[in-house]
């Protein structure tokens, strides 16, 4: 893949993921473009790669305000990790389940298919990008009309909210459009947990999450590389790699500009950006993208 493809990728992955926009819907529309196959497992190991790179800038950019929030005593940690396990776990188990049950209907007597199989259908990315469009205005439109006074306090978030937040992340990982950051967050909204207190919280379950997807697509690459004989995931590493790097970069700009706007009250503006987007999307399936 020339090095230009890759920066190409990484600079939209980078400033989409850490927006409520879904980065894998944009990348996948990228992919298109570019003509490449987003389904394949060397491009599905190129994405999530790039997510690490974003999963390193919420790291170095959430920092202080984890130590500030989640680190500031042993009961607020022991706190924050068991919130964390406890949405980690639903999310597991929702995602996993959404996944058995479309691998074992959508592609019945399809030997060896996998959800992944599904990431480059853009008639599919339209409707989940519209669906997430809507669930950020609704979020965003009643967090205007709500006093701060009913927001839970930056550190009481509690096992309900957290249970829910990991839940809608569950149902966000089968389908490429559905924003897991605009859906987690919106959520949480919805909920009564201030904006700061969702951003963090949503992006601290995705730190957690990122080394387990990482690992499922290198054992896909791993098995692709198996079953046809060649050296995929050797010559997709570097690559991937530098990717990483590029998308990390990215990413901080993102993070900084997705906090101005949640603090500004213009939430509801995503929502409206996913829609237009969801009619992009569908618009480029009609041409036969």
């Excluded at 949503?202 to 004989?229: D, K, N, Q, W, Y």
Aim: proline share 4%; hydrophobic share 55%.
């Amino acid at each position: 893949m020339p090095l230009f493809y890759i920066l190409i990728l990484a600079v939209v992955q980078g400033l989409a993921e850490l927006l409520p926009v879904s980065s894998s819907a944009h990348v996948v529309v990228a992919e298109k473009l570019l003509g490449l196959d987003p389904s394949s497992p060397p491009m599905t190991l190129l994405l999530v790669m790039l997510h690490t790179g974003t999963m390193f800038a919420v790291m170095v950019y959430f920092w202080k305000q984890w130590r500030a929030t989640y680190f500031q005593s042993l009961p607020a940690f022991k706190k924050f990790a068991g919130l964390v396990v406890l949405a980690t776990v639903l999310t597991g188990v929702i995602g996993e389940a959404i996944i058995k049950i479309i691998e074992k209907t959508a592609f019945r007597g399809i030997p060896h298919a996998q959800i992944e199989d599904l990431f480059s259908h853009l008639e599919l990315i339209a409707p989940a990008l519209a669906l997430v469009g809507i669930l950020i205005l609704v979020a965003g439109i009643v967090e205007k009309r709500k006093s701060t006074e009913g927001l839970t306090a930056a550190n009481d978030l509690n096992a309900r909210q957290a249970g829910i937040i990991g839940a809608v992340q569950g149902l966000c990982l089968p389908f490429r459009g559905f924003s897991r950051s605009g859906a987690t967050i919106s959520a949480g909204m919805l909920l009564g947990v201030a904006k700061s207190r969702a951003e963090m919280f949503s992006f601290a379950l995705a730190v957690v999450l990122t080394p387990p997807v990482v690992a499922r697509e290198v054992m896909r690459v791993v098995a692709a590389e198996h079953a046809s004989g060649s050296a995929t995931f050797t010559s997709v590493t570097f690559p991937s790699l530098l990717g990483a790097v590029f998308a990390f970069l990215a990413g901080l700009i993102a993070l900084k500009w997705l906090s101005g706007w949640l603090e500004s009250g213009r939430w509801y503006l995503f929502g409206i950006y996913c829609l237009i987007a969801a009619a992009g999307v569908a618009y480029l399936h009609h041409l036969g993208y």
